[in-house]
């Protein structure tokens, strides 16, 4: 259930931006950030100036990830600081958020070094990382910005050109959420046609977020009389 809302400037109708995480949740995301601050589970821990966790509103119901810290993440130990996050505050202020109003990570934490590609191991190390923020935050809608974010989340090796703007419902964190690829903003920042296609993919994220997801239905404890038990498909459970 969402406890503040946004006005959507273009559609102009009122979509939820926050929803009432639990307070341990908060508490425990900070202390994870802590206890992960000092990871050495991959080379990458040599080479960088901090980790890279993620930043934003724990509460966000809208999450993006990208694919690893650069230059200017590795110094100021925020994502999303350089150009690329700059069009990214660009396209959601389009759509009338804030950085305030979302949760954004990378797959990997640390900085690969010349800003090359992740490597299959790192992350491996790395992505219980990402599941566990996943589960504390409970976004509604995950934005994979690219190849790296999309291809772990989705478990498919499908690539971004064949699915970005094609959103799927997934299970992440043990809830389900509505998984959205896009391409990366650092892609599209010199590409005008993979921009104008962002931009329109970014422009369906309002209609995403006002979608409700089905709930995991969790089996109940054995209270119920025999008899009045409601069908299994009506549980929600096949
Ligand atoms: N900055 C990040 O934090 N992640 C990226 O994927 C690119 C730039």
Same mark, same amino acid.
């Given at each position: #259930?969402?406890?503040?809302?946004?006005?959507?400037?273009?559609?102009?109708?009122?979509?939820?931006?926050?929803?009432?995480?639990?307070?341990?949740?908060?508490?425990?995301?900070?202390?994870?950030?802590?206890?992960?601050?000092?990871?050495?589970?991959?080379?990458?821990?040599?080479?960088?100036?901090?980790?890279?966790?993620?930043?934003?509103?724990?509460?966000?119901?809208? #999450?993006?990830?990208?694919?690893?810290?650069?230059?200017?993440?590795?110094?100021?130990? @925020?994502?999303?600081?350089?150009?690329?996050? +700059?069009?990214?505050?660009?396209?959601?202020?389009?759509?009338? @958020?804030?950085?305030?109003?979302?949760?954004?990570?990378?797959?990997? +934490?640390?900085?690969?070094?010349?800003?090359?590609?992740?490597?299959?191991?790192?992350?491996?190390?790395?992505?219980?990382? &990402?599941?566990?923020?996943?589960?504390?935050?409970?976004?509604?809608?995950?934005? =994979?910005?690219?190849?790296?974010?999309?291809?772990?989340?989705?478990?498919? %090796?499908?690539?971004? =050109? +064949?699915?970005?703007?094609?959103?799927?419902?997934?299970?992440?964190?043990?809830?389900?959420?509505?998984?959205?690829?896009?391409?990366?903003?650092?892609?599209?920042?010199? =590409? %005008?046609? #993979? &921009? +104008?296609?962002?931009?329109?993919?970014?422009?369906?994220?309002?209609?995403?977020?006002?979608?409700?997801?089905?709930?995991?239905?969790?089996?109940?404890?054995? @209270? =119920?009389?025999?008899?009045?038990?409601?069908?299994?498909?009506?549980?929600?459970?096949?």
């Amino acid at each position: #259930m969402a406890c503040t809302d946004s006005l959507h400037p273009q559609v102009g109708v009122i979509f939820a931006t926050v929803s009432a995480v639990p307070v341990e949740h908060v508490d425990e995301l900070q202390a994870y950030a802590q206890a992960v601050s000092g990871c050495t589970r991959c080379r990458l821990a040599q080479g960088r100036t901090q980790v890279v966790f993620g930043a934003g509103n724990p509460h966000a119901d809208l #999450m993006f990830v990208g694919e690893a810290p650069g230059f200017h993440e590795d110094k100021q130990g @925020l994502p999303f600081v350089g150009q690329a996050g +700059k069009l990214l505050e660009k396209l959601l202020a389009q759509i009338g @958020l804030a950085r305030s109003d979302v949760y954004i990570a990378n797959v990997l +934490k640390c900085r690969p070094p010349g800003n090359r590609d992740p490597q299959p191991d790192e992350i491996e190390a790395c992505e219980s990382h &990402l599941f566990r923020q996943i589960e504390l935050i409970e976004p509604t809608v995950v934005a =994979t910005l690219g190849n790296f974010a999309t291809k772990l989340l989705s478990g498919r %090796p499908l690539g971004i =050109t +064949k699915v970005h703007g094609q959103e799927q419902e997934t299970t992440l964190g043990g809830r389900k959420v509505l998984l959205f690829p896009l391409y990366h903003p650092a892609a599209a920042l010199y =590409t %005008p046609t #993979m &921009l +104008k296609i962002l931009e329109s993919d970014f422009a369906r994220l309002p209609e995403l977020l006002g979608r409700s997801v089905e709930p995991i239905v969790e089996a109940q404890p054995e @209270l =119920t009389l025999v008899g009045s038990r409601p069908p299994a498909e009506q549980l929600g459970l096949f």
